[in-house]
């Protein structure tokens, strides 16, 4: 069974200034790992993804997120925020997403203080 | 290219009763998975369509069930709707073949009254 832990489930940052929100992994193969946004009233959107290749992901708006795996760890970061990144941000795990479930976490809300 | 596509957006309906939620998949997906997402949670996997069978499904009772057409679209069927079926029901597509990600939908709100 996968698992997914994501710690705070609301994180407030200042505009310009570093975001960071974790998530940890459970999983007896190996994963892979997802970060996406979800905006009020709206669908998920695909931030990144790692699938086994490089351990540095980028992703879109500037996002990046590192997979460690001795720390079972995939956490998000964005070196500058801004107001439009005041979102619901949920981290996933899937040993084969394209024919497999995703578990996902129970997300964390990002706000952003001007 | 159109992607993911649900209908309807919205829907209230009473206990007792049974609804129908539809899903297009991003065009080339011919893998469909539902989702159901409570206010305040992250989504929980309810099952997935590929080559118009159930291949994979999550902790929800039988009163979840779904269904695969030919042309990769999907229906999701709730029947005796309860209060706590209140939700946003989201869609992904993906190719089965790969390891590539899902893409949502803009989602379903279900209201149970």
């Known amino acids: 069974a996968q698992s997914v832990t994501q710690l705070g489930s609301h994180v407030s940052v200042s505009e310009g200034a570093l975001v960071l929100l974790r998530c940890n992994y459970s999983?007896?193969?190996?994963?892979?790992l997802f970060w996406y946004v979800q905006y009020p009233n709206q669908g998920l959107q695909l931030l990144l993804k790692?699938?086994?290749?490089?351990?540095l992901v980028k992703g879109i708006n500037g996002f990046e997120a590192e997979f460690k795996k001795s720390e079972t760890s995939f956490h998000l970061t964005k070196p500058s925020a801004h107001m439009s990144d005041a979102a619901e941000y949920f981290c996933?795990?899937?040993?084969?997403?394209?024919?497999?479930?995703?578990?996902f976490g129970s997300g964390t809300r990002l706000q952003v203080q001007p | 290219d159109a992607g993911v596509t649900q209908s309807p957006t919205h829907l209230i309906k009473t206990r007792g009763q049974q609804v129908t939620l539809r899903c297009s998949p991003k065009?080339?997906?011919?893998?469909v998975s539902w989702y159901q997402q409570a206010l305040g949670q992250g989504p929980q996997f309810i099952f997935q369509?590929?080559?118009?069978?159930?291949?994979q499904r999550g902790n929800f009772p039988d009163r979840f069930s779904g269904h695969q057409f030919p042309n990769y679209s999907s229906e999701l069927n709730v029947n005796a709707l309860l209060l706590g079926d209140s939700a946003l029901y989201l869609c992904?597509?993906?190719?089965?073949?790969?390891?590539?990600?899902?893409?949502f939908g803009p989602g379903t709100r279900l209201t149970v009254l």
């Open positions: 996933a795990v899937s040993d084969l997403p394209g024919r497999r479930a995703l578990t």
């Open positions: 992904a597509s993906s190719l089965a073949t790969g390891r590539n990600e899902q893409f």
């Open positions: 790692y699938t086994s290749a490089a351990t």
């Open positions: 065009s080339g997906h011919d893998t």
């Open positions: 999983s007896s193969v190996p994963p892979y």
């Open positions: 369509y590929y080559e118009e069978e159930e291949r």
